[in-house]
């Protein structure tokens, strides 16, 4: 009983260890992840250090570290917590492990009291000697040797046992090492996430000390993205109104070339009906004669064959005589040459069928062959329209190096002036000095402006689309220009807080839509 009890206590505590482990090791995985988060926003950082630290993206990576470093703190102390259930079941594992111990060692001490109690079985020459005849020394010498083996087992679960103990011992203490060491990361995680919250505050309260100058440089700012904005809708409803204009004139013209090609369709049509009426009045002649001629034909064949049955019949009630079998032998031959002709008036009406047809095939193919090559010839054609809409989700990235997406599009409070409200028409993207921002799709460059602040703006066709590269410090593109995707557009320039960053929008028409579900990263 306290063996099948010992047994579910053991499966027990190794389920519930198997699974803590498991657990561990994912906090784990999750913390090595975090953590090269931290360093990679640490990177970013170093690079932006020296341009202006009172900006939107610096604090924001900032606060993004120390959530992360939070997250690091949290997953250690359910670490820790796991560690300390370990060292709790090692403890009771150790426990049942003694207590089995304890068992071993009283049952192995009364097979010992036994076995010195027993003389005989001490002596065991005398013991296999005494025996009343061989039979019995035979049995004696199995069980000595059967007694010697279970005392060897006992003692070998002994040390079996100790050995287990000693393990567990050893696997706690090395749990016991992993929460010191824990421990002791764990309280420089605490060092340095108070040291990164002093870091935020001490940012937010410069932002405070500055907010007037930030302020009125924002409101500077929103001012000369409403003019930019302008010069955008002006320019894109002028693209607008010139596409419509010649798609109007495009669709007028075509119409003109539709009508002359279907004149002169009409006319190639009528010619090749007048020339193939005749080869159709002299094909349908000849089907007539051959559907005549196999309707005869197989009128005299069914006559033949009637004839011959009677004359088979005539011949098996009367003796057979030369005459008689003369009479058959002219009816079976006038029957087989009534069904040859009548299977070759058959196979010539099949083929004067087959001849209309592909005649009528032939007119219906030539008529189509002369509409498109009249259409060919006055110059018609099928406009194929921008597959950028196609290509939802699968833009490119409007620069060539990876960043952070400080504004996103729509109506938002600003992250760090509660009293200001920000309506972006795109994403801001903040990146490093140096990044260049390029075409996200082929198309035109439809303008190049160049901005109050002294920044450039290039606005780019796609169709009826548009995306739009705003803050540029020097473009590298010219209006009317063909791009690919990938093209450079401009190097991107510093914002009013010190960061370089790229203002990127994408217009369906007159209407700006979230670049964010088009543009893939």
Do not use: C
């Not at 950082?45 to 959530?67: C, D, F, G, H, M």
């Not at 111990?101 to 192995?108: F, M």
């Not at 001490?122 to 007694?147: D, H, M, P, W």
């Not at 204009?245 to 007048?274: M, Q, S």
């Amino acid at each position: 009983m306290i063996k099948k009890f010992s047994f579910l206590i053991g499966i027990l505590m190794f389920g519930l260890h198997y699974g803590q482990s498991a657990k561990k090791e994912q906090l784990q995985k999750q913390n090595a992840e975090l953590k090269k988060q931290i360093a990679q926003i640490n990177t970013d950082l170093a690079k932006t250090r020296n341009e202006s630290k009172l900006s939107v993206a610096y604090l924001e990576n900032v606060n993004k570290k120390l959530i992360l470093r939070e997250k690091v703190y949290n997953n250690t102390q359910k670490e820790k917590r796991f560690i300390e259930d370990e060292i709790y079941l090692r403890q009771l594992e150790i426990n049942r492990q003694n207590r089995e111990l304890k068992i071993l060692r009283e049952n192995y001490a009364k097979v010992l009291v036994n076995a010195y109690k027993n003389k005989g079985v001490q002596n065991k020459v005398t013991f296999i000697l005494s025996a009343k005849n061989l039979g019995e020394a035979i049995r004696r010498v199995q069980y000595l040797k059967q007694y010697s083996d279970y005392q060897d087992k006992k003692a070998a679960e002994i040390t079996t046992a100790a050995a287990k103990i000693k393990q567990s011992i050893a696997q706690k203490q090395n749990s016991v090492k992993e929460k010191a060491n824990l421990l002791a990361n764990q309280q420089k995680d605490l060092t340095t996430i108070n040291a990164e919250r002093s870091q935020k505050e001490q940012l937010v309260a410069e932002f405070k000390k500055n907010e007037s100058k930030l302020t009125s440089e924002l409101r500077q700012k929103q001012s000369q993205s409403k003019a930019l904005e302008g010069q955008i809708r002006s320019i894109i409803a002028e693209e607008i109104r010139i596409a419509k204009a010649e798609e109007e004139a495009r669709k007028k013209a075509e119409a003109e070339k539709i009508r002359l090609a279907k004149i002169a369709a009409e006319r190639e049509k009528a010619r090749i009906e007048a020339e193939n009426k005749a080869r159709a009045e002299a094909l349908e002649k000849e089907r007539r004669a051959a559907e005549a001629e196999a309707r005869k034909a197989s009128e005299l064949a069914a006559r033949r064959a009637e004839e011959e049955r009677k004359r088979n019949e005539d011949a098996a009630r009367s003796e057979a005589t030369a005459r008689d079998e003369a009479r058959k032998v002219a009816a079976k031959k006038a029957s087989d040459e009534a069904a040859a002709k009548a299977k070759e008036a058959s196979d010539k009406l099949i083929a004067a069928r087959a001849a209309e047809a592909a005649l009528a095939k032939k007119k219906e193919d030539d008529k189509k062959a002369a509409e498109t090559k009249a259409m060919t010839n006055y110059g018609v054609t099928t406009v194929a329209g921008s597959n950028f809409a196609d290509n939802r989700g699968r833009l490119g990235y409007p620069a060539d190096k990876i960043g952070q997406i400080t504004h996103r599009f729509g109506r938002h409070p600003h992250p760090i002036f509660k009293n200001i409200e920000e309506e972006n028409n795109g994403i801001k993207i903040s990146v490093p000095s140096g990044t260049r921002a390029k075409s996200v799709f082929p198309g035109t460059v439809s303008s190049v402006l160049a901005n109050s602040d002294g920044t450039k703006t290039v606005i780019l066709k796609h169709g009826n689309y548009f995306t739009i590269y705003s803050n540029l410090g020097s473009v590298g593109v010219s209006k009317g220009q063909q791009v690919s995707a990938g093209t450079p557009v401009g190097v991107i320039g510093q914002d009013f807080d010190g960061t370089y960053t790229l203002d990127f929008q994408v217009w369906n028409g007159s209407t700006p839509v979230d670049p964010l579900g088009w543009v893939s990263y």
